[in-house]
């Protein structure tokens, strides 16, 4: 978080205050606080040589050509968990998304070596939904 400067990707505002602040086409940058959250739950599962997935918006596919991931993070709240997300966590593997409509939560889903998976919910949060790119890119 430190690497990156947030102001390459905040058009409007000041990017250094600890808020969501929009990107362009329709989209935003989640607050840093929710950045770090997510980077702390899945710290164990973003050591050297494992594979993550990060996902903005229609991202509900993933991307199974690169799969299967250790850790994805999706940055944009799904009414339900994903089930091509789910088969693109490798066993052992963690994912951080939001899920819900209006009412949100952070939810942690582990994928156990036998395939099953554990699901346990951070925190409440708000996060703009996960949409599809044609959605994304109409205007406003």
């Given at each position: ?11 409007e ?17 989640s ?19 494992m ?7 229609d ?27 789910l ?7 963690r ?13 942690v ?29 109409q205007?406003?």
């Amino acid at each position: 978080m430190e690497t990156i400067d947030r102001a390459l990707f905040v058009t409007e505002g000041t990017p250094y205050i600890d808020t969501p602040m929009p990107i362009g086409f329709n989209a935003t940058i989640s607050a840093p606080h929710m950045h770090a959250t997510c980077l702390e739950l899945l710290k164990d599962h973003l050591q050297p040589g494992m594979h993550a997935l990060d996902v903005g918006s229609d991202g509900r596919l993933g991307f199974p050509d690169a799969a299967p991931y250790d850790a994805i993070h999706v940055g944009a709240a799904a009414p339900e968990i994903p089930q091509p997300l789910l088969e693109q966590l490798k066993p052992g593997g963690r994912m951080v998304i939001p899920v819900g409509s209006y009412m949100q939560e952070l939810q942690v889903v582990d994928k156990n070596a036998d395939g099953s998976i554990s699901v346990r919910n951070d925190a409440s949060v708000r996060y703009v939904p996960l949409t599809s790119r044609a959605s994304q890119l109409q205007d406003p």
